[in-house]
């Protein structure tokens, strides 16, 4: 499903050394000209050795940058070879056969390869056999992922790591041009599982192989905005950032319940409804502004380079690549009545840690929060069953419906909570739920995958039709279900259960004149616990060591200020999130207007 963003104060306002900001290159005819400089002058010395690798993520321009450079270097009469790594690559069939193993049979899901690198498709022979440990009368330019694989990485006089956000990459996916291992044209029929469950370790992998190895960072997300980041200026720009709360651009995805609250908050040109919006999350970019002519951005994922700062010393070690959280908005707003079956999310079910573990290879289960951050009229959650139902015909009605026929009692099946505004819903793996519609709902979740995977398993989406982006209508074909694994989930409980257990209540922690904090009852297995904080002025708090995501959900504007530094800083507007990192600790919060403002406190337990 297309994906839209909004960068409004994204920008994450960081303090660091003009050595550093000075080193920052911008601009591909620069950054080609300042690394043709570079190779010149490693040349000229006269060794037979000026070898280049130009490294880097599925989508980036690793190849344009490779011309450029070559261009310029023929332009003073300086001889270069250029090779694309590709050339090294085994055959298609032999990379489809190893990539069947993480592709898997499922028609949903995959099995994660954790270990993989571009080095298990590449042939040692033809790697050797490029030569780089000969010397040449020539600048030698080898780029595309893998260029700087163990075989070669120790050959190379310089090594650029090229990158890219999620979303630009994923659009060219989408679009069938994107560029795969082992291929020299766009691969039209590369799926989703492919990247999300080989692909993505592989290139991942081969990052962190190469953190302290690769002598510059080029931020790549198109040609014409490149920026080239000498690595101890990337590393001053990662370190500074732990050091502050950690603001990201918002994305959006239409879909079947998708609503329009997001009209009156956010500024998303071509977003025809809104069914979710993610807040923070592994998934999305990271806006820095530098002080310099341009920001920068890159993945949140560059920052697990510093777990420890950013996650804890128990989490790194637990989940070495894992940033463990995340934060969805959910639209329900309807400007007119609109019928369950259109305002509803599926019903569905989440995993535990060990299902993840056993059949998919993931390291952390889905547990879910709905909190109600707006409430309207007709707010309502689906949860559990209703208490006399028949558990099995409800199985039976799911397996015989296969969302392609409606299932027309299904409210008999699935209870109904009126739900209001501060109302927290905790939502343990095999818990049967949806939201209802007519209610902001603010989700706090596990992410239980490195490359962001969601795991929900659809039993039932009331054989509707989906969102079509390119019409801008509910034309698209309906969704496909997960029923194996949703029943294979499945707790069956019942809406007692439900209102003893997974309506939180909540208590007052925290109470003086100028702020007061509550904090909502939680279960032993979910890994995370929920407050709040209200203040009209000001509040303080504290992330005792464990990362944390504020989220602003009533007021307009607040300032998060470090108390060991006020320099280390951040505002935020209503509903929008900072993670604050592990080794922030105490910080204050000041409100911007003269208004009652809450944040919602999500932190690790």
């Known amino acids: 499903m297309p994906m839209y963003s909004d960068a409004t104060n994204a920008q994450n306002v960081i303090k660091i050394s003009d050595a550093a900001k000075n080193a920052i290159v911008f601009g591909p005819d620069k950054t080609a000209a300042h690394l043709a400089a570079e190779m010149a002058a490693i040349y000229k010395k006269g060794t037979g050795f000026a070898r280049l690798a130009i490294d880097g993520w599925y989508g980036t321009c690793m190849k344009e940058l490779a011309l450029a450079i070559a261009d310029l270097l023929k332009a003073q009469g300086i001889p270069v070879e250029v090779y694309p790594i590709v050339k090294t690559f085994k055959s298609a069939e032999e990379i489809a056969a ?22 298990d498709l590449m042939d040692e022979a033809a790697v050797a056999a490029i030569g780089l440990d000969k010397p040449m009368d020539a600048v030698r330019i080898v780029y595309g992922s893998g260029a700087a694989c163990a075989q070669l990485v120790d050959q190379y006089e310089s090594i650029v790591f090229a990158d890219i956000t999620r979303a630009p990459m994923l659009w060219q996916m989408w679009d069938g041009v994107l560029v795969p291992f082992g291929s020299e044209e766009p691969k039209t029929d590369y799926m989703w599982k492919e990247y999300y469950y080989c692909d993505f370790y592989m290139l991942n992998n081969h990052k962190n192989a190469l953190l302290g190895r690769f002598h510059y960072y080029l931020q790549a997300i198109t040609w014409d905005t490149v920026k080239l980041i000498p690595a101890d200026a990337y590393d001053e720009v990662l370190r500074t950032l732990m050091c502050y709360p950690i603001k990201q651009v918002k994305e959006f995805q239409p879909g079947p319940w998708g609503a329009y609250r997001y009209r009156d908050l956010f500024n998303v040109p071509g977003l025809g409804c809104n069914a979710w919006n993610r807040l923070a999350s592994p998934e999305l970019s990271v806006l820095i502004d530098v002080g310099c002519e341009e920001f920068l951005e890159m993945p949140l994922t560059s920052l697990m380079k510093y777990n420890e700062a950013l996650t804890g010393k128990e989490l790194a070690e637990k989940y070495p690549d894992l940033f463990p959280m995340e934060i969805w908005l959910d639209d329900g707003y309807f400007p007119e009545p609109q019928p369950a079956e259109r305002i509803s999310m599926p019903i569905h079910t989440h995993p535990g840690t060990d299902y993840v573990r056993s059949h998919f290879n993931e390291p952390l289960g889905r547990y879910e929060t709905y909190y109600i951050a707006e409430a309207y009229v007709g707010a309502n959650t689906w949860m559990g069953f209703n208490e006399d139902v028949d558990l099995e015909l409800w199985e039976k009605k799911c397996r015989e419906s296969n969302n392609l026929t409606p299932i027309e009692d299904w409210k008999d099946f699935i209870a109904n909570h009126v739900s209001n505004e501060g109302d927290l819903y905790l939502i343990p793996p095999g818990t049967v739920h949806g939201h209802g519609g007519n209610q902001m709902v603010l989700e706090m979740d596990t992410c239980p995958s490195v490359a962001g995977t969601e795991y929900s ?9 989906t969102w079509n982006d390119k019409e801008q209508t509910m034309t ?10 949703g029943f294979d989930n499945e707790k069956w409980r019942r809406v007692g259960y439900v209102k003893d257990k997974l309506r ?5 922690t925290e109470w003086n004149k100028e702020w007061s904090r509550d904090e909502y009852s939680t279960l032993p297995e979910m890994p995370f616990m929920v407050e709040r904080m209200h203040f009209t002025k000001r509040a303080e708090g504290t992330n005792n060591g464990k990362p944390q995501i504020l989220t602003l959900t009533v007021g307009t504007t607040v300032e998060v200020i470090s108390k060991k530094n006020p320099a280390y800083k951040t505002t935020l507007n209503r509903f929008q999130s900072a993670i604050i990192p592990a080794s922030f600790g105490e910080y204050e919060i000041v409100n911007q207007d003269n208004g009652q403002s809450t944040i919602v406190v999500f932190s690790w337990k």
């Open 98 to 119: 190893y990539k069947q193993t993480f592709i898997t049979d499922d028609p949903g899901f995959g099995y994660v390869n954790k270990d993989g690198l571009p080095a």
């Open 457 to 465: 398993f659809f039993e039932y989406d009331f054989a509707r039709k």
């Open 476 to 485: 698209g074909k309906p969704m496909s279900m997960h029923l194996e694994h």
């Open 504 to 508: 939180a209540t909540r208590h007052v």
